[in-house]
């Protein structure tokens, strides 16, 4: 499971943070929005020290199906309504001029990404629903046109047009920029304290702390483990599938993403919420919808990414808590990771320099309100429910009938515990419990991982770390 850009892009390889070192700024990330950040406080003649538990665009960035757009699914109709025309028209500007300045980038550094701008298309079943979306997007600024006719084989009654839009190699722009950086790779976060960021191997000192993490490790002040889920969607790499001049997503629940990347379509879709993919089969049904709307296509690659959701369904950009005046927060992308990931660049530079940006209290972490309540019950519950299962639920499983190549909560003799048997017949038993807050994993078959469905994090079936927000593995039993 190696996503296309991994597969076409080699990496720098670049040292662990050893000894104690002082900065202007730390940012906590070595993705796209930690190294955008990075990089635009760079430019601004800030020093900056960029600390990467893994390497540069290891995580969600390697992921995306890396389409830059303002057009964030059936969103404008919806966000008019609920968050008034002024929040919804700043929300969407943002997001445009994020576009813009990817594109102004890699036009005066001259970046070789792949880069091409193109249309970003919204379509639905519904008419009324795309008549609705058309005008209200209009209203926030767009030039949406209400396109009939799409080049992709589904059934619709046609799509919502953005024009001007942009898809790229990520990992090729991010290791273009990542080039003047101070990066240390291979340095995980344990420990943050005041001005005080600590590791295995040193630590560093610094005025201001950017967290961009995707998900916030530090749990109080901020508490960003109540107010967000995450959820993770699959893609694949189709060869000889043609060719589409467009990026297009679908609306509603169970649809489809698609766009091109060189000889190859990009299709993205059957998303859940982390912690609930049991039954698997993702992959499957995915080259399932891969083989009806491109019959002759072959799977070049296929992997899957993962998203953190807001309860508002707009990102936390800005100061990480209240009391924590000097942190900074960047995550909840809903999906939309390349321009998320631009806006909070552009917002955290500025404010970091004392600069106002007109878009600032759109996304600021402190933000509430009511229209949030409901969301944050689900959420809550689920945190619940998980913490409950661990206690009071018995596993249907024992170690001895467990299928090989399958995984389960079994009843051991030291009592629960998470077990996968290999095809060969050979038992990896790990702790079931998260570190994060102490939630029942779930086996996920797809990916022969253990999931949290409360708050996220993954590890792999040996129990190794690989998403957060847990800092550690989950230990043999």
Not at 139 to 150: P, R
Not at 232 to 257: C, K, N
Request: negative net charge.
């Amino acid at each position: 499971m190696e996503s296309i850009w991994s597969k076409t892009w080699n990496r720098k390889k670049r040292a662990a943070l050893t000894g104690e070192q002082k900065t202007d700024v730390v940012v906590i990330g070595g993705g796209m929005a930690g190294i955008l950040t990075a990089w635009r406080l760079m430019q601004a003649g800030v020093d900056v020290v960029v600390l990467e538990a893994n390497r540069v665009g290891s995580g969600q960035t390697e992921n995306t199906t890396a389409k830059i757009t303002s057009q964030h699914g059936m969103f404008c109709h919806a966000f008019l309504e609920k968050k008034g025309e002024e929040i919804a028209g700043k929300y969407v500007q943002a997001n445009q001029a994020a576009v813009e300045e990817y594109k102004r980038i890699v036009q005066e550094e001259d970046i070789d990404c792949d880069f091409n701008v193109c249309d970003s298309y919204v379509y639905s079943k519904d008419v009324e629903k795309l008549e609705q979306e058309t005008e209200a997007a209009k209203k926030l600024g767009v030039d949406a046109v209400f396109e009939k006719q799409i080049e992709i084989p589904v059934s619709c009654a046609g799509a919502v047009r953005f024009p001007g839009q942009a898809q790229f190699h990520p990992l090729k722009f991010i290791d273009a920029l990542a080039g003047s950086l101070n990066i240390y790779e291979d340095t995980l976060v344990k420990e943050v304290e005041e001005h005080l960021v600590k590791t295995d191997g040193g630590s560093v000192k610094a005025d201001y702390i950017v967290f961009a993490t995707h998900f916030p490790f530090v749990n109080f002040p901020g508490m960003y483990f109540a107010r967000m889920h995450q959820e993770r969607s699959y893609a694949l790499a189709l060869e000889d599938a043609g060719t589409l001049h467009g990026m297009y997503i679908g609306d509603g629940d169970d649809t489809l993403s698609f766009r091109q990347y060189g000889p190859y379509i990009l299709l993205g879709g059957q998303a859940h919420r982390v912690g609930e993919n049991q039954e698997g089969g993702r992959y499957e049904r995915l080259k399932k919808a891969a083989r009806k709307c491109y019959p002759s296509s072959c799977v070049m690659a296929f992997w899957s990414a993962q998203d953190c959701i807001t309860t508002d369904k707009i990102p936390f950009i800005g100061q990480y808590a209240d009391d924590r005046p000097n942190w900074f927060a960047a995550t909840g992308f809903q999906k939309w990771g390349m321009s998320s990931a631009m806006v909070s660049a552009m917002l955290l530079t500025d404010r970091i320099c004392g600069l106002e940006n007109p878009y600032a209290e759109v996304f600021t972490p402190s933000r509430f309100s009511l229209e949030e309540i409901p969301q944050l019950v689900t959420d809550s519950g689920q945190a619940v429910k998980g913490l409950t299962k661990r206690f009071f639920k018995l596993p249907d499983e024992t170690v001895s009938g467990l299928k090989p190549g399958h995984g389960a909560v079994v009843e051991t003799l030291e009592g629960k515990a998470g077990v996968y048997k290999t095809e060969e017949g050979e038992i990896h038993q790990v702790d079931i419990v998260c570190p994060h807050l102490g939630c029942e994993l779930t086996w996920n078959p797809d990916e022969r991982s253990w999931d949290c469905p409360c708050h996220g994090s993954r590890f792999d079936y040996k129990g190794n770390l690989m998403d957060g927000p847990a800092q550690e593995g989950i230990h043999d039993v």
